[in-house]
């Protein structure tokens, strides 16, 4: 069965560092989520993504973070200048239509030293 | 205050026992998602419904446009059914007119053998 995945499982990194958190969702799929879920809280919407541009993004989603779509099969979530609350899991999600049921990836724990 | 509500926050069951998981929201929807979070952080969806009831194996869903609430039933509830179940909504229109989805708090359901 086709799935989301995400990569790195895991980062670590300095504050004020960039990182660079990669999806591939599933490959008929035309819409795209980004959502992160700070330890002990809810899940919370960043971002979403459809043909090839922001369709909607939260007030969390900043100057600071960005995401592309750059090769047709990847989508990238970038935070510039990490701070210690971007300590997260931040999850990838993707469907066919808006109205249809998402797939989640597994998930990608970041951690802000 | 939450858009999304749901209770109880925290549930214990006896194996076999019927469990029902309530999930409230302010504001007018086009669907409703059910999903199911694992103690590793994965999230997977069980159910997306804009009326009536939905039924997955063991697992039952309901909801009530008219009242804003919708409910997760289990039926026979076993120890692997432990986990943190997820009510999230797609506002209708406006913000919610791209398929992201608004979270509650989640339920966190512990079945005992």
């Known amino acids: 069965e086709p799935e989301v995945t995400q990569t790195p499982s895991h980062q670590v990194t300095q504050m004020g560092q960039e990182v660079i958190l990669r999806c591939v969702p599933i490959?008929?799929?035309?819409?795209f989520y980004w959502y992160r879920q700070i330890l002990g809280q809810k899940v919370e919407f960043l971002v979403s993504f459809y043909n090839n541009e922001i369709s909607e993004k939260s007030e969390i989603f900043d100057d600071q973070f960005s995401v592309e779509r750059p090769d047709g099969s990847n989508f990238t979530l970038k935070i510039r200048s990490t701070k210690l609350e971007d300590s997260a899991m931040y999850f990838c999600?993707?469907?066919?239509?808006?109205?249809?049921?998402?797939?989640f990836g597994p998930g990608t724990r970041l951690l802000v030293l | 205050k939450n858009e999304v509500e749901q209770s109880p926050q925290n549930l214990t069951a006896q194996e076999g026992e019927f469990i029902t998981i309530n999930c409230s929201y302010s504001v007018g929807i086009s669907a409703l998602h059910w999903l199911q979070q694992h103690p590793g952080g994965g999230i997977v969806s069980l159910f997306m419904?804009?009326?009536g009831k939905k039924k997955h194996g063991r697992l039952i869903a309901t909801i009530n446009i008219q009242e804003k609430h919708s409910s997760l039933h289990i039926t026979a509830s076993h120890p692997r059914d432990s986990a943190v179940y997820i009510c999230a909504v797609i506002r209708a229109g406006g913000g919610g007119s791209q398929g992201n989805l608004i979270f509650g708090k989640g339920t966190k359901l512990s079945v005992k053998p």
């Open positions: 419904l804009s009326s």
């Open positions: 999600a993707s469907s066919t239509n808006m109205k249809e049921t998402q797939y």
């Open positions: 490959s008929n799929h035309l819409y």
